[in-house]
């Protein structure tokens, strides 16, 4: 069956050093790739599509990078600030679908 | 713009009694959503309108909870009867006419129920 794994374990860094998240996935062949930012009490926010014939996306501070070979993404987040501590989710979609990760916790410490 | 407006925030019930959520969608999205959200896990899909069909309801447990969307705008989800393993976030979202194809899915601030 379908799988998304994202780190369980919370991320704790320093302000102002690169978080880098990651997801990886098994049983799947997404069309396209999206990471979204949750906080506390709040509903997801939609920050990033990458699709299935992209290497990498930037926006700002974030960069997401798809290798449909090692079946992973990863999610970075340069010059961190206490305000990017967030949990951050990805999400697998095509198909008509779109199946969500637990999430990985960030933090970041000033 | 204003974005998808949910309620209530929250409710505590006890189990087998029921429930209703409601949800307005972002202004001419035609893709309504409600997913469930349990603690510690990812979004689940319930289920998916587009406009007021549904696309996709196989992982609603439909011998206890049932949606609807009138008119294609507004939307409900009831749970009846609840039992304590429904205790979740419910969020609702749209998206513009194409669904999932890439498309950004718009969330609620989500509704947090407690079966007691």
């Known amino acids: 069956s379908q799988k998304i794994e994202q780190n369980s374990e919370a991320l704790n860094i320093q302000e102002g050093k690169t978080a880098t998240l990651t997801c990886n996935y098994t049983n799947y062949s997404p069309a396209y790739l999206q990471w979204y930012r949750q906080d506390p009490g709040r509903g997801p926010v939609f920050l990033l599509l990458i699709r299935e014939n992209e290497k990498e996306k930037r926006k700002e501070r974030l960069k997401v990078t798809f290798d449909t070979t090692l079946k992973q993404s990863l999610f970075h987040i340069t010059a961190s600030q206490p305000a990017d501590s967030a949990t951050y989710l990805c999400a697998l979609g095509g198909g008509n679908k779109l199946v969500f990760g637990a999430g990985t916790i960030l933090r970041v410490k000033s | 713009e204003a974005g998808v407006a949910q309620s209530p925030r929250y409710k505590i019930i006890e189990k087998r009694q029921s429930v209703a959520f409601w949800c307005n969608p972002i202004s001419g999205h035609a893709t309504l959503y409600w997913y469930q959200q349990i603690l510690g896990q990812g979004p689940k899909l319930l289920i998916q309108f587009q406009n007021n069909g549904v696309v996709d309801d196989s992982q609603l447990p439909k011998d206890r909870f049932s949606a609807e969307r009138l008119k294609g705008v507004d939307s409900t989800l009831k749970i009846q009867p609840a039992k304590l393993e429904d205790s979740a976030v419910y969020l609702c979202?749209?998206?513009?006419?194409?669904?999932?194809?890439?498309?950004?899915?718009?969330f609620g601030e989500g509704s947090w129920l407690t079966v007691v």
């Open positions: 979202a749209s998206s513009p006419l194409g669904g999932y194809s890439g498309n950004t899915i718009y």
